[in-house]
């Protein structure tokens, strides 16, 4: 594991001075300490908003909104809210359909005529409580060697969908978080109602809540005057470095707000639920599966609990956008966190909810209940060491590098983990842990992740023996035409590599005794099915077939 994720610590290193834009509404001071190292001038930022008992208590704003031209942030920013865009249109799609002009338990072809054949009996209700089985966008875009700064119109990228040949589960059978369904589920609104999605937005849910200065991002290239512009932290040059950003999806992502706008809408939403609006509990209860189980998400926002408390809430990341509402509808309280500097703002969120509302939770906060961090020994290591297959492509890797735990996994990435036992590890930063079970000789036999999703547990499957001369017969270009890319794969001394189409690099695949090739850093598992043709499977997208491109002759 040759890359990590420092991107999240060096930012997080970077030094502020203490200077705060001032709030439009009354400030809360007791905020500042944990915004600032997001205050100076030399930084982007993150801008915040607390609801308490039906009205915004508080916005204040901290960091940047344009490095270079030296604009800073303020409660009136529009942030790209990124996947927070779900709830708002979740809400306009159940707004729609109470009014009979959409039932969300018809299959898409009745009124969607053009739909492609391998989705045409999902609902709606599936599509947005993410049990469709529908290949997740957001995936495909990057398999198909594309990326969110490309500028690729809505159309383009449902006709990317529409390449697809297969759903990746029965729908209802399982919850497989995919931003497709939000696309398509503003094409189902549109044929049900005649009226664009714009007009839709502005009628059943930006003006009923009062938001105010809010904007949809609808074709590449579009100017959102006011926004924020979106940075990460190059820890090598250590500096901030502008993130570029031109895809137009529609309903997944791509609604331009400022915090003020969510609060108020965050507001509207609570109050709603206090006085038992249908709208609001469609979208708050659980989805249930084909097997009875329920899962942590209703229609556009997760159903969750947080010291002891429920918790509707979302999540937003793009490009170098990172937005998060949470809402405690038991003691009528919220909490917005956008930001711009690449750094997920939930930690943050969490942290200011525990301080304006702590005495209204029922449990200790997380971070006062974590355990604390021990020593790393070479045989700890060592037995938590390994692949773990958590689903299908979906693979774990555990790396004990230079008396450091590393994990890889989908969609974390490469992070450093901390050892708080012999048999836990945590990513402090995010919640997320992983605890090893069945411990045979040297080495733990599963792992169970907890904190991204519901928990997964997965097995170890050991590294195959390598035989270079036999890796050979795989090496060759590949290609897909449901994703209209080519692959290179390339035999050497070390393994098997994969290129993808418009990526520089190369990514090093491991064999496991399974069969399958996997680069658990990526994300990406490869299983062949005879010499001339591999599946290649990721968490949300699986078993997209690759063939064989005959070499051209001379």
Same mark, same amino acid.
């Given at each position: 594991?040759?890359?990590?994720?420092?991107?999240?610590?060096?930012?997080?290193?970077?030094?502020?001075?203490?200077?705060?834009?001032?709030?439009?509404?009354?400030?809360?001071?007791?905020?500042?300490?944990?915004?600032?190292?997001?205050?100076?001038?030399?930084?982007?930022?993150?801008?915040?908003?607390?609801?308490?008992?039906?009205?915004?208590?508080?916005?204040?704003?901290?960091?940047?909104?344009?490095?270079?031209?030296?604009?800073?942030?303020?409660?009136?920013?529009?942030?790209?809210?990124?996947?927070?865009?779900?709830?708002?249109?979740?809400?306009?799609?159940?707004?729609?359909?109470?009014?009979?002009?959409?039932?969300?338990?018809?299959?898409?072809?009745?009124?969607?005529?053009?739909?492609?054949?391998?989705?045409?009996?999902?609902?709606?209700?599936?599509?947005?409580?993410?049990?469709?089985?529908?290949?997740?966008?957001?995936?495909?875009?990057?398999?198909?060697?594309?990326?969110?700064?490309?500028?690729?119109?809505?159309?383009?990228?449902?006709?990317?969908?529409?390449?697809?040949?297969?759903?990746?589960?029965?729908?209802?059978?399982?919850?497989?978080?995919?931003?497709?369904?939000?696309?398509?589920?503003?094409?189902?609104?549109?044929?049900?109602?005649?009226?664009?999605?714009?007009?839709?937005?502005?009628?059943?849910?930006?003006?009923?809540?009062?938001?105010?200065?809010?904007?949809?991002?609808?074709?590449?290239?579009?100017?959102?005057?006011?926004?924020?512009?979106?940075?990460?932290?190059?820890?090598?040059?250590?500096?901030?470095?502008?993130?570029?950003?031109?895809?137009?999806?529609? !309903?997944?992502?791509?609604?331009? =707000?400022? $915090?003020? /706008?969510?609060?108020?809408? +965050?507001?509207?939403?609570?109050?709603? *639920? %206090?006085?038992?609006?249908?709208?609001?509990?469609?979208?708050?209860?659980?989805?249930?599966?084909?097997?009875?189980?329920?899962?942590?998400?209703?229609?556009?926002?997760?159903?969750?609990?947080?010291?002891?408390?429920?918790?509707?809430?979302?999540?937003?990341?793009?490009?170098?956008?990172?937005?998060?509402?949470?809402?405690?509808?038991?003691?009528?309280?919220?909490?917005?966190?956008?930001?711009?500097?690449?750094?997920?703002?939930?930690?943050?969120?969490?942290?200011?909810?525990?301080?304006?509302?702590?005495?209204?939770?029922?449990?200790?906060?997380?971070?006062?209940?974590?355990?604390?961090?021990?020593?790393?020994?070479?045989?700890?290591?060592?037995?938590?060491?390994?692949?773990?297959?958590?689903?299908? !492509?979906?693979?774990?890797?555990? =790396?004990? $590098?230079? /008396?450091?735990?590393?994990? +890889?996994?989908?969609?974390?990435?490469? *992070? %450093?983990?901390?050892?708080?036992?012999?048999?836990?590890?945590?990513?402090?930063?995010?919640?997320?842990?992983?605890?090893?079970?069945?411990?045979?000789?040297?080495?733990?036999?599963?792992?169970?992740?907890?904190?991204?999703?519901?928990?997964?547990?997965?097995?170890?499957?050991?590294?195959?023996?390598?035989?270079?001369?036999?890796?050979?017969?795989?090496?060759?270009?590949?290609?897909?035409?449901?994703?209209?890319?080519?692959?290179?794969?390339?035999?050497?001394?070390?393994?098997?590599?994969?290129?993808?189409?418009?990526?520089?690099?190369?990514?090093?695949?491991?064999?496991?005794?399974?069969?399958?090739?996997?680069?658990?850093?990526?994300?990406?598992?490869?299983?062949?099915?005879?010499?001339?043709?591999?599946?290649?499977?990721?968490?949300?997208?699986?078993?997209?077939?690759?063939?064989?491109?005959?070499?051209?002759?001379?």
């Amino acid at each position: 594991m040759t890359r990590h994720l420092p991107v999240i610590i060096a930012a997080l290193l970077v030094s502020a001075c203490a200077s705060v834009i001032p709030a439009t509404a009354a400030p809360c001071p007791q905020l500042d300490a944990l915004f600032s190292r997001w205050a100076g001038a030399d930084t982007p930022g993150f801008a915040v908003a607390v609801v308490v008992g039906g009205k915004v208590r508080c916005e204040q704003a901290y960091g940047q909104a344009d490095l270079t031209a030296g604009v800073p942030l303020t409660p009136d920013t529009r942030f790209n809210l990124a996947s927070l865009t779900k709830p708002f249109l979740a809400l306009a799609a159940v707004d729609i359909s109470l009014g009979g002009r959409l039932d969300l338990d018809e299959p898409l072809d009745r009124f969607l005529p053009d739909v492609a054949p391998y989705y045409q009996s999902v609902t709606v209700r599936q599509l947005l409580s993410h049990t469709s089985g529908v290949p997740d966008l957001a995936t495909l875009i990057v398999l198909s060697g594309r990326s969110s700064a490309d500028a690729l119109t809505n159309e383009q990228l449902r006709g990317l969908i529409d390449r697809q040949t297969h759903l990746n589960f029965t729908p209802g059978d399982r919850f497989l978080y995919s931003n497709s369904g939000y696309l398509l589920t503003v094409a189902a609104l549109e044929r049900a109602t005649g009226r664009p999605y714009r007009e839709l937005m502005a009628d059943r849910v930006f003006g009923p809540s009062g938001m105010a200065s809010q904007h949809l991002y609808e074709s590449p290239g579009q100017t959102i005057s006011g926004a924020a512009s979106s940075y990460a932290f190059d820890p090598g040059a250590r500096t901030w470095r502008r993130v570029e950003y031109a895809s137009a999806a529609q !309903g997944s992502t791509n609604l331009y =707000a400022s $915090v003020d /706008d969510v609060a108020r809408w +965050a507001t509207y939403f609570l109050k709603a *639920a %206090a006085a038992a609006d249908p709208r609001v509990e469609a979208m708050t209860r659980p989805a249930t599966l084909n097997d009875g189980a329920t899962t942590p998400y209703g229609l556009g926002l997760e159903v969750l609990q947080y010291r002891g408390r429920t918790l509707w809430m979302h999540t937003g990341s793009e490009a170098g956008y990172r937005t998060v509402l949470l809402m405690f509808p038991e003691i009528d309280a919220a909490v917005v966190v956008l930001g711009n500097a690449g750094v997920r703002s939930q930690p943050l969120a969490e942290a200011v909810a525990d301080m304006m509302f702590g005495s209204d939770f029922l449990a200790a906060s997380p971070r006062q209940t974590a355990p604390a961090a021990t020593p790393v020994n070479a045989s700890t290591g060592a037995a938590f060491s390994g692949y773990y297959e958590l689903e299908p !492509g979906r693979v774990a890797q555990i =790396a004990y $590098v230079e /008396d450091r735990i590393f994990v +890889a996994v989908d969609p974390i990435g490469v *992070a %450093a983990f901390e050892v708080v036992s012999d048999r836990q590890i945590l990513h402090r930063g995010s919640g997320v842990t992983v605890t090893f079970e069945e411990l045979r000789g040297t080495g733990f036999e599963t792992l169970r992740l907890t904190g991204i999703g519901a928990p997964t547990v997965g097995r170890r499957v050991p590294v195959a023996r390598l035989d270079p001369g036999a890796l050979r017969q795989f090496a060759g270009r590949y290609y897909s035409q449901s994703l209209d890319a080519t692959y290179e794969l390339v035999a050497g001394d070390k393994g098997l590599s994969l290129a993808l189409q418009g990526q520089t690099e190369i990514l090093p695949l491991t064999r496991l005794e399974n069969g399958k090739f996997v680069s658990a850093e990526a994300g990406a598992t490869i299983e062949f099915v005879d010499d001339s043709t591999f599946l290649l499977s990721t968490w949300r997208v699986n078993n997209i077939r690759f063939g064989r491109v005959p070499l051209q002759a001379n």
